[in-house]
């Protein structure tokens, strides 16, 4: 089974309102990072959550963390047109020695 | 500040034929660096990291290799190319902290 599954697969939402995102993994974890990619492009860290941490926030960004239902969201508020991209869970397991695990990504699209 | 780069941007290749592709990083030292590969609309896969000179670990068998024959440079080769090798190829790096950096990526396409 894959560590870092996010849901939706694909949102589709207005300007101005407010875009979530899940995502589950199934082992024990040091952190949970959600990083964004614009198509064709490269990721770009967004966020990294600690293990012990509960909620985060970073601008227009929230991510929640629950360890005991290996749950994570992301929350982006007011979303602009610019925030059209995938984004990917990545997990930090705890015996992974650096390594990071990937979801299959949500693809936001963002209508003005 | 660092920077990383990867060439070439993109890249069309027939079947049987061999494979490199070249990452450096700029302004950091004794990074560890990592090899993914992305299939369309998917997530991304680890296929080699290195956290030193010569050190490579390979994390699912297939046809491709990985060199690391400098402190900030990272191959990615293959001698005799497949359909399925094509997608897209990202090189990252991380200071030994969780958070990684990624280059802008290699389409490839086997035909």
């Keep these: 089974s894959q560590q870092g599954e996010e849901d939706p697969q694909a949102l589709s939402i207005q300007e101005g309102e407010n875009a979530t995102m899940n995502c589950s993994y199934k082992t024990s974890i040091n952190n949970l990072q959600w990083y964004r990619q614009n198509s064709g492009r490269g990721l770009v860290h967004l966020i990294l959550i600690r293990s012990n941490e509960r909620e985060k926030h970073s601008g227009r960004l929230r991510v929640t963390l629950d360890t005991s239902k290996k749950s994570s969201s992301l929350l982006i508020t007011a979303s602009r047109a610019a925030d059209t991209a995938s984004y990917f869970c990545a997990t930090d397991p705890e015996t992974s020695g650096s390594r990071l695990t990937f979801g299959e990504g949500t693809q936001l699209t963002v209508n003005p | ?104 990526g290699t389409r490839l396409t086997v035909l």
């Design chain 2, 1 to 104: 500040s660092q920077t990383i780069h990867q060439w070439p941007a993109t890249l069309v290749q027939p079947v049987g034929s061999p494979l490199s592709l070249e990452c450096t990083v700029e302004g950091t030292s004794n990074p560890n660096l990592y090899w993914y590969r992305q299939a369309a609309g998917r997530g991304l896969q680890l296929l080699f990291y290195s956290v030193g000179i010569g050190q490579i670990s390979s994390e699912v068998p297939q046809n491709l290799s990985a060199s690391r024959p400098q402190d900030r440079q990272f191959i990615l080769s293959s001698k005799k190319l497949l359909l399925s090798d094509s997608g897209f190829y990202l090189c990252a790096w991380s200071s030994g902290a969780p958070r990684q950096f990624f280059g802008p």
